[in-house]
């Protein structure tokens, strides 16, 4: 059964050509001219994926991602002609997965969103993978990272990471003390290759922080050394 996959972007040409083209890749794809018709889409028939512009007029894209994010964790796009560093880690704080900046060749869209799939999927298998990893000991509430169920829990709560920031913990987690440069990151998690933004790293390592961190202004668990990335300590 092929992918939902909605398109939201109010130029009539360039969500047509998305639409041709993305047809064309085996999605099912419906359109959105404006932020309240794609709210709509979505409570109508929630998607698998989302493309999503940031200028759509009195709703703009931003609230878009952040109304979808309070009730499903799929995998969302930007793609915008705003390419500022504060639009972008803006889209990425309402809870974008990726941003991708206008004009843009379809194929990259394609790529990436091939991408995203990926991350859905399992990131190994299951039995190869430990029963729980504790990433902190704290007797009050331990932060366990249960990779096979999809889960992270600091005592009793259940986190609520999204797809991208459980996937950026799992990469670290895999190597407790080993440095991941931003590159190796993306490479790992978002799986882009020559044409990611390490910017993408950057923001999402910050939201991962304010939910597993004791004290996010002061991470120990997931810190940064300076001039090479990022690392997992356990604590």
């Known amino acids: 059964m092929a992918l939902r996959l909605l398109v939201v972007e109010d130029d009539d040409h360039i969500r047509t050509a998305l639409r041709w083209a ?4 085996g999605y099912d794809v419906a359109e959105a001219g404006s932020g309240e018709e794609a709210l709509q889409a ?7 994926l989302m493309v999503v512009d940031l200028m759509l007029g009195s709703m703009d894209g931003f609230e878009v991602i952040r109304q979808v994010r309070r009730t499903l964790d799929l995998p969302i796009i930007v793609v915008s002609a705003r390419a500022d560093t504060s639009d972008i880690e803006a889209a990425l704080d309402a809870g974008a997965d990726d941003y991708v900046t206008k004009p843009f060749a379809v194929k990259e869209i394609s790529a990436r969103l091939r ?3 990926r991350r859905v999927a399992p990131v190994g298998q299951a039995e190869e993978q430990p029963e729980a990893v504790v990433l902190d000991s704290d007797p009050a509430a331990p932060l366990v ?16 990471l ?20 931003r590159q190796a990151l993306l490479e790992r998690v978002w799986q882009h290759g020559f044409f ?7 923001v999402h390592v910050r939201r991962l922080r304010t939910k597993v961190e004791r004290d996010p202004s002061t991470p ?6 300076r001039g090479l990335g990022y690392r997992l300590d356990p604590q």
Do not use: K, N
């Not at 999204?162 to 440069?181: M, Y």
């Not at 990611?196 to 950057?202: M, N, S």
């Open 42 to 48: 979505v409570a109508v028939s929630a998607p698998d």
């Open 196 to 202: 990611g933004d390490e910017r993408l790293v950057d």
């Open 115 to 117: 991408a995203l799939r």
């Open 22 to 25: 993305l047809e064309d890749e």
């Open 145 to 160: 990272l249960r990779e096979a169920s999809g889960t992270v829990h600091r005592g009793e709560e259940l986190l609520p």
């Open 162 to 181: 999204t797809l991208t920031e459980f996937r950026l913990l799992c990469e670290l987690a895999a190597a407790p003390g080993r440095v991941f440069s």
């Open 220 to 225: 120990r668990v997931v810190v940064t050394v």
